[in-house]
């Protein structure tokens, strides 16, 4: 178990310019999460998959946003047309679907700055 | 629609003193509670959970946490403090819906521990 990790930890991008984040799952986890976390904010979901497929999306996920995970491993958030307000610490959590409760296990974080 | 609350942003305790974190539930149904712990720019660590087969649930590092129906509550409490301590805690709630167990975090408490 090598746990979630994502790349890149910190990536600064000017206005405009687009964006894409990776994340590795722990390899036996189905379910795949990306919240996003603002200065002095906890944590709020974007979006999540089971195996590949997308099942929900947050209202706070905007057109410019996308997020794949083909053939239900890694996963990726793309951002279009950065903007101030995307400058945030994106992350990624893990877990095992179908049981009653189900533990994610987070990554440690991509740091954006949109300048 | 479920959520959580966090008294206090900044709670400071001296090594060595009983640290006591709050937090408040809102839900329609019943809940899991969870709380982790974040380390500066780290992902988040989960602490401890509450799966409803026990009200007084222990969890890592010493830490542990009550249930408590009727005050809609699940405060995190350490018997003492120590300097590793010093993070950021949240508590979150998720309820199974059969497809998704996304989390809502409260907005988080920092714990400074001074000597």
């Known amino acids: 178990d090598t746990g979630v990790s994502q790349d890149p930890r910190h990536k600064i991008t000017k206005r405009g310019q687009n964006v894409t984040f990776r994340c590795d799952p722990i390899s036996e986890h189905n379910r795949l999460y990306w919240y996003r976390q603002t200065l002095g904010q906890g944590p709020e979901f974007l979006t999540y998959f089971q195996n590949e497929a997308q099942l929900e999306k947050s209202r706070l996920l905007s057109d410019r946003f996308s997020a794949e995970r083909p053939k239900g491993s890694f996963s990726t958030l793309e951002i279009q047309r950065t903007e101030q307000g995307d400058s945030a610490m994106y992350l990624c959590?893990?877990?095992?679907?179908?049981?009653?409760?189900?533990?994610?296990?987070f990554g440690p974080g991509t740091r954006l700055l949109v300048l | 629609a479920q959520s959580v609350t966090q008294l206090g942003s900044h709670v400071s305790v001296s090594e060595g003193a009983l640290v006591l974190l709050r937090c408040n539930y809102s839900?329609?149904?019943?809940?899991?509670l969870f709380w982790y712990v974040q380390y500066p720019n780290q992902g988040l660590q989960l602490l401890l959970k509450y799966t409803s087969a026990a009200t007084l649930v222990k969890g890592i590092n010493g830490f542990e946490a009550e249930f408590k129906k009727s005050e809609t509550s699940f405060h995190l409490t350490k018997p003492s403090a120590h300097m590793s301590d010093a993070a950021e805690y949240f508590c979150?709630?998720?309820?199974?819906?059969?497809?998704?167990?996304?989390?809502?975090f409260g907005t988080g408490t920092r714990l400074q521990v001074t000597l």
């Open positions: 839900s329609s149904v019943p809940p899991y």
């Open positions: 979150a709630v998720s309820v199974n819906t059969g497809t998704a167990s996304k989390l809502t």
């Open positions: 959590a893990s877990s095992r679907g179908g049981f009653t409760l189900e533990t994610q296990y």
